[in-house]
């Protein structure tokens, strides 16, 4: 059963428009969301996370919004630039909980 | 950020044969370390959370016999999969983290295993 789904295997944006990319959960327990960058050979690097008791947050290019009566969350980032070229990963995990799970990656691909 | 080294990066191996995956946390001391598998165009699946000192928690459906995880020191887990067979080829990926919050875990560049 795969409680955090992203549904879009990739995406291509053209550089300097906005890249969207989406995940939904089905666990209601799940209270803190992350997303990861992840290049190819390289292991996942942190980029920006929301709590539940948030509906946005934004650290510069990026912006994740999280609509918890829909189970959604997204990632926002504008402008793509072609370093944005990358596997992304949303995770979710519960009040206390160590563990993380992920959804099954978006690959993002900015066009020059 | 921190960082987390794995070795090694790749590994062809005979059925039947065990093979080790060490990870290593370089800069901080991680009291729990994670080991995840990704098959193709799949998410990373946690396998087991391994707490220094103690026993590591195996996820539901993971064998604890032939997925061995030792994490007997802060910077230092190893995994071993043990009579490994051609379904158990898939991307190892381990992570340390460093403190109590999510954002802390730092993940190793992951290991590629196949089995002939």
């Known amino acids: 059963d795969q409680q955090v789904k992203q549904n879009s295997p990739s995406l291509s944006v053209q550089e300097g428009r906005i890249s969207i990319l989406n995940c939904d959960y089905t666990n209601s327990m799940f209270d803190y969301f992350l997303w990861y960058k992840k290049y190819p050979a390289e292991g996942p690097t942190f980029l920006i996370s929301?709590?539940?008791?948030?509906d946005k947050n934004e650290d510069g290019r990026f912006t994740v919004f999280l609509n918890k009566s829909a189970k959604h969350l997204s990632l926002h980032i504008v402008p793509s630039q072609p370093g944005d070229s990358a596997v992304y990963f949303c995770a979710a995990s519960g009040r206390g909980a160590q563990k993380l799970v992920f959804g099954q990656g978006t690959r993002l691909t900015i066009n020059p | 950020g921190a960082v987390v080294s794995q070795h090694p990066s790749w590994v062809i191996c005979k059925s039947g044969t065990s093979v080790k995956i060490e990870c290593r946390s370089l800069d901080f001391q991680a009291t729990t370390m994670f080991w995840y598998r990704q098959f193709p165009k799949q998410s990373l699946m946690l396998m087991a959370t391994s707490n220094e000192g103690s026993k590591a928690t195996y996820e539901q459906g993971v064998e604890k016999d032939k997925f061995l995880i030792n994490h007997a020191s802060l910077t230092l887990s190893t995994l071993t999969v043990t009579s490994a067979h051609p379904e158990d080829s898939s991307f190892y990926i381990c992570?340390?983290?460093?403190?109590?919050?999510?954002?802390?875990?730092?993940f190793g560049p992951g290991t590629r295993l196949l089995v002939l």
């Open positions: 992570s340390a983290r460093a403190g109590s919050q999510q954002e802390t875990q730092y």
């Open positions: 929301i709590s539940s008791i948030k």
